[in-house]
């Protein structure tokens, strides 16, 4: 009985463990893609549908959860609940902080404006685009296209 109880207790120390990996790496990166991610568990099955899913939609401006919930074919407190677990977000700030990351790659690789970037990944109210941009990066979209100029990334704010 005493071996099964260890044996329980690493795999779940394991899993616990995984997911707050999964946590980490979500909340650091700047780009997150589908292709990158490759934890293969049903969590991250998940979490890489609805990725994908954003990106397809992304420069719509009227994407929305309740359009991520239809795509995804789940129920509201599944998306919610799901999300919260895996990666520590609520669906709308989960799809808001794939947007904001893609805006940051575009801003460092694109030659196009903040508000040709903003429009692009789905922001139609360029101040609050910014609002957003600025409490992700506590940085301008503006100042933090500036920034780049060639640097790598590791240098840049956020990264």
Request: aromatic share 10%; glycine share 4%; with cysteine.
């Amino acid at each position: 009985m005493f071996q099964v109880s260890k044996v329980l207790h690493a795999r779940i120390t394991n899993i616990l463990k995984l997911k707050e990996t999964v946590k980490k790496r979500f909340a650091s990166e700047i780009g997150i893609y589908v292709a990158e991610v490759t934890i293969t568990s049903k969590d991250e099955e998940f979490v890489k549908r609805a990725i994908q899913i954003i990106f397809e939609h992304l420069s719509d401006p009227e994407f929305s959860v309740s359009v991520l919930i239809e795509k995804m074919n789940v129920s509201r407190s599944l998306l919610y609940m799901k999300l919260k677990e895996i990666v520590g977000k609520s669906a709308s700030d989960f799809i808001q902080s794939i947007r904001i990351k893609e805006v940051a790659r575009l801003l460092k690789t694109d030659q196009l404006t903040v508000a040709e970037v903003a429009y692009k990944t789905g922001f139609s109210d360029p101040s609050y685009f910014s609002k957003c941009f600025r409490k992700h990066f506590e940085i301008s979209p503006k100042e933090y296209s500036k920034s780049f100029n060639g640097q790598p990334e590791s240098a840049l704010p956020g990264s």
